[in-house]
């Protein structure tokens, strides 16, 4: 069974920085990708970030290039999200994914298998 659990979600000042991490279980080792979403009130979900298994190649929404940093931690079954120069429109829920199947646009909510449940980011003075 698959699962996975986000956290280090909360109320950050604008300029500030946080860590999000997403435990997984379950996903057998032929996964294509993690990824980072997140869903803004009143908006659509959205693609953040995501590390490919194999090769570890690294894709970013342009939204966050330069200020968002993602890693992944094998070891501990652990993707993390390194957020920084945090802004008020950063503020939504922080879902991970991860998608099974290899694809071009591996940033597309359609290519993901599995989700977690989220974690709030609120960007806020």
């Known amino acids: 069974q698959v699962q996975l659990v986000e956290s280090g979600g909360g109320l950050v000042q604008p300029g500030g920085s946080l860590r999000l991490s997403c435990a997984h279980s379950?996903?057998?080792?032929?996964?294509?990708?993690i990824g980072w979403f997140r869903q803004a009130p009143g908006k659509e979900r959205e693609g953040v970030s995501c590390?490919?298994?194999?090769?570890?190649?690294?894709y970013y929404a342009d939204s966050v290039k330069g200020r968002f940093t993602i890693s992944r931690d094998d070891a501990k079954n652990t993707v993390y999200l390194e957020m920084n120069s945090l802004k008020p429109e950063d503020t939504a829920v922080y879902y991970c994914?991860?998608?099974?199947?290899?694809?071009?646009?591996?940033?597309?909510?359609?290519?993901?298998?599995?989700w977690g449940q989220g974690t709030q980011v609120t960007v806020s003075s």
């Open positions: 379950g996903v057998t080792l032929d996964y294509y990708a």
């Open positions: 994914a991860a998608a099974y199947t290899p694809a071009q646009d591996i940033l597309k909510l359609r290519r993901y298998d599995y």
């Open positions: 590390i490919t298994n194999n090769d570890g190649v690294i």
